[in-house]
């Protein structure tokens, strides 16, 4: 019986201590999971610092976006308003000018072989010039010329006639006039051409003004279009039928 109870007793004795052990290992788990929960806490403190300072950059971001946005249109703007008066000369041979013709002077002398102008029209022009760059061999296509016009009016005419001319051709070499703009807006511009060959299929007056937005007339309506895609999408909605196929062809519009 004796034995039995000392048996006992070291069996407590073994278990006193386990349980101690095991409460010294709580002990340290409870302090570690304390520890833990502290840097969590200064984790989601930090997460939260991080999502505002991420918002605020991206707020600042689109400010800075937009903005830059804005003040690239106020360049292209600024560009081509400086070359309204403009007009881009493709096709003179290069060395027609010779030495002893001026810019102007070879303008004006292809102009009015070119253009049913009226021999008593007087045209000012304040300089036409080459594009810079080396000069093209004879198999490439020659610098266009830059004319300057002082009256913004023969600018008008010029461009009118030639559109009314159709081809031209100049010493043999096809010539073609237009006005001068950016390349920027020149692709813009050029985005209209399905919708403009719709409007002439539907027997519509047109016009692509400046910068680049389209009026169409619809139903004895003027509608102003910015965007290529939703005019092609709202003139596709047109049906064929309900427009003349008999009578003058839709002409565009000189306006600007």
Same mark, same amino acid.
């Given at each position: 019986?004796?034995?039995?109870?000392?048996?006992?007793?070291?069996?407590?004795?073994?278990?006193?201590?386990?349980?101690?052990?095991?409460?010294?290992?709580?002990?340290?788990?409870?302090?570690?999971?304390?520890?833990?929960?502290?840097?969590?806490?200064?984790?989601?403190?930090?997460?939260?610092?991080?999502?505002?300072?991420?918002?605020?950059?991206?707020?600042?971001?689109?400010?800075?976006?937009?903005?830059?946005?804005?003040?690239?249109?106020?360049?292209?703007?600024?560009?081509?308003?400086?070359?309204?008066?403009?007009?881009?000369?493709?096709?003179?041979?290069?060395?027609?000018?010779?030495?002893?013709?001026?810019?102007?002077?070879?303008?004006?002398?292809?102009?009015?072989?070119?253009?049913?102008?009226?021999?008593?029209?007087?045209?000012?022009?304040?300089?036409?010039?080459?594009?810079?760059?080396?000069?093209?061999?004879?198999?490439?296509?020659?610098?266009?010329?830059?004319?300057?016009?002082?009256?913004?009016?023969?600018?008008?005419?010029?461009?009118?006639? !030639?559109?009314?001319?159709?081809?031209?051709?100049? %010493?043999? @070499? +096809?010539?073609?006039?237009?006005?001068?703009? $950016? #390349? &920027? *807006?020149?692709?813009?511009?050029?985005?209209?051409?399905?919708?403009?060959?719709?409007?002439?299929?539907?027997?519509?007056?047109?016009?692509?003004?400046?910068? !680049?937005?389209?009026?169409?007339?619809?139903?004895? %309506?003027? @509608? +102003?279009?910015?965007?290529?895609?939703?005019? $092609? #999408? &709202? *003139?596709?909605?047109?049906?064929?039928?309900?427009?003349?196929?008999?009578?003058?062809?839709?002409?565009?519009?000189?306006?600007?």
């Amino acid at each position: 019986m004796v034995v039995v109870l000392q048996g006992v007793v070291a069996d407590v004795v073994i278990i006193r201590a386990d349980i101690a052990e095991i409460r010294g290992g709580l002990d340290s788990l409870t302090h570690r999971v304390g520890t833990v929960e502290v840097k969590l806490g200064k984790l989601d403190g930090a997460n939260e610092d991080h999502e505002v300072h991420i918002s605020r950059l991206e707020e600042d971001l689109a400010h800075h976006t937009r903005f830059a946005g804005e003040t690239w249109d106020r360049v292209q703007d600024l560009e081509n308003r400086s070359r309204r008066n403009n007009t881009r000369v493709l096709g003179v041979p290069e060395g027609a000018e010779g030495n002893d013709v001026s810019g102007p002077a070879l303008l004006l002398t292809m102009l009015r072989d070119c253009l049913p102008l009226d021999a008593a029209e007087s045209i000012e022009v304040e300089r036409a010039h080459r594009t810079l760059g080396p000069r093209p061999s004879s198999d490439q296509w020659p610098r266009p010329i830059i004319a300057c016009l002082l009256q913004f009016q023969d600018q008008e005419r010029i461009l009118r006639l !030639a559109r009314e001319s159709g081809e031209l051709h100049w %010493r043999g @070499r +096809r010539i073609m006039i237009f006005l001068d703009m $950016s #390349r &920027e *807006l020149a692709t813009q511009r050029k985005l209209f051409m399905p919708a403009q060959h719709r409007c002439m299929e539907l027997g519509l007056h047109y016009a692509l003004q400046y910068s !680049a937005v389209l009026r169409v007339t619809i139903n004895g %309506r003027q @509608r +102003r279009f910015e965007d290529p895609e939703e005019t $092609s #999408r &709202e *003139l596709n909605r047109l049906p064929d039928q309900n427009w003349e196929e008999k009578g003058p062809q839709p002409q565009r519009e000189n306006r600007r």
